[in-house]
Structure formats: structure tokens, C-alpha cells
T-cell receptor, first 110, second 113 residues
Framework: SQQGEEDPQALSIQEGENATMNCSYKTSINNLQWYRQNSGRGLVHLILIRSNEREKHSGRLRVTLDTSKKSSSLLITASRAADTASYFCATDDWGGKLIFGQGTELSVKP | NAGVTQTPKFQVLKTGQSMTLQCAQDMNHEYMSWYRQDPGMGLRLIHYSVGAGITDQGEVPNGYNVSRSTTEDFPLRLLSAAPSQTSVYFC????????????FGSGTQLSVL
């Protein structure tokens, strides 16, 4: 079964609002990564957070990691229409596999 | 700089036919992997490789074979295609064995009739 479970499955917001997506996982991880996929395209790496980190920022992205709850969240601040995409978390299980969640479909309306 | 190149972009097969999906990267990446993406299922790992001559199974390896004879290439073989293998297939690579940032190809859309 998949390591990461994402919530919500779909999210619709207005431009300028913040978007928060959550990811839960099951086993011990080395790191957790977030990727973005525009419709019909390959995935693009956004940000990585290691198991010994609690928070990381990159531009309008903020990622948190709570290893005690086995969960992570991705916050996109001041969303733009161009942020419309699917977002996936992926967990590295130390054993050679990078396992993806089912994704959150974000729609940002102008 | 081409990155990760997948061919073909689209393919239609009949049940029982065989084919090879090609994946090549020009970044000298050690780690390469194949995923399939189905609606509502996210991406599922099929096979991966941490270097030339080394391959291992992912989450859903049945029905697929891989080999890694060079650093650049990681082909995925379907020996006897089944309708359940209808999916979008993505190849991805990473600069080290720790898989800290995957670079993805643009995908192959496969239909098995």
C-alpha cells in the first residue's frame, strides 16, 4: 500500500488565499518531499524536508514535518491562478524507494 | 540539456503484445525509477535502479521487467501486455542514491486493448 495519504483530495480557493495540504505516512522516513504536477506533465520537485527538521521555507512555500504524528503539511501563501496543479508528497523509506501519495488537486480561481 | 527523455509519448497495444518503454537521462544520475500513474491512485513505483547493473522491485513490479546496462538508460519492458497495464508511465532520475530530488520525464500514455 502507498506510504503517503494526502488530504484533502481536492481544494478550491480564490487567488490571494492560502492553500494548505496535508500528508500522513506510515513508517520511519529519511526525508519527505513535495512535488507539483501540471495537467498532462511530469512532476516537478518543490521542496524537501529531512526527518530531523521541523519546518522549511522556499519562497511562498512552507513545509512542516511532525515525525511523532507521521505527518507533514504544505502551505502555499498568496496563491495565484498559476498554482493550479496537483501536489504530491513522497517519502523516502531509507530502503531505496521513494513512495508517493495520491495527491491533492488544487484549483486557484482568479 | 535534455534531462529525462521518454519515448514513445503515446502507445496503443493489443492484449498479449510486448513492448519496451524507453527512458534516457543525460545528467549522469545514479538513481533511476519507473512509476505508473492511474486516476485516484497517485504514482506507484514499479522498479528502480541505484546504478548500472543494479535493479530492484518497487510496489507494483508484476508484469514488468527492467535492466540497467548503462548509467544513461533504463528501459521498462512489458512482456505480455494486459488491459490492467493501461496507464501513464513516468521515468524519473536522481543525482545520488539518496533520491533527494527526482527529475521526471514527460510520460508515456499506454493503452492496452
Amino acid at each position: 500500500s502507498q506510504q503517503g495519504e494526502e488530504d484533502p483530495q481536492a481544494l478550491s480557493i480564490q487567488e490571494g488565499e492560502n492553500a494548505t495540504m496535508n500528508c500522513s505516512y506510515k513508517t520511519s522516513i529519511n526525508n519527505l518531499q513535495w512535488y507539483r504536477q501540471n495537467s498532462g506533465r511530469g512532476l516537478v520537485h518543490l521542496i524537501l524536508i529531512r526527518s530531523n527538521e521541523r519546518e522549511k521555507h522556499s519562497g511562498r512555500l512552507r513545509v512542516t514535518l511532525d515525525t511523532s504524528k507521521k505527518s507533514s503539511s504544505l502551505l502555499i501563501t498568496a496563491s495565484r491562478a498559476a498554482d493550479t496543479a496537483s501536489y504530491f508528497c513522497a517519502t523516502d523509506d531509507w530502503g531505496g524507494k521513494l513512495i508517493f501519495g495520491q495527491g491533492t488537486e488544487l484549483s486557484v480561481k482568479p | 540539456n535534455a534531462g529525462v527523455t521518454q519515448t514513445p509519448k503515446f502507445q496503443v497495444l493489443k492484449t498479449g503484445q510486448s513492448m519496451t518503454l524507453q527512458c534516457a537521462q543525460d545528467m549522469n544520475h545514479e538513481y533511476m525509477s519507473w512509476y505508473r500513474q492511474d486516476p485516484g491512485m497517485g504514482l506507484r513505483l514499479i522498479h528502480y535502479s541505484v546504478g548500472a547493473g543494479i535493479t530492484d522491485q518497487g510496489e507494483v513490479p508484476n508484469g514488468y521487467n527492467v535492466s540497467r546496462s548503462t548509467t544513461e538508460d533504463f528501459p521498462l519492458r512489458l512482456l505480455s501486455a494486459a488491459p490492467s497495464q493501461t496507464s501513464v508511465y513516468f521515468c524519473a532520475s536522481s543525482s545520488n542514491r539518496v533520491r533527494e530530488k527526482l527529475f521526471f520525464g514527460s510520460g508515456t500514455q499506454l493503452s492496452v486493448l
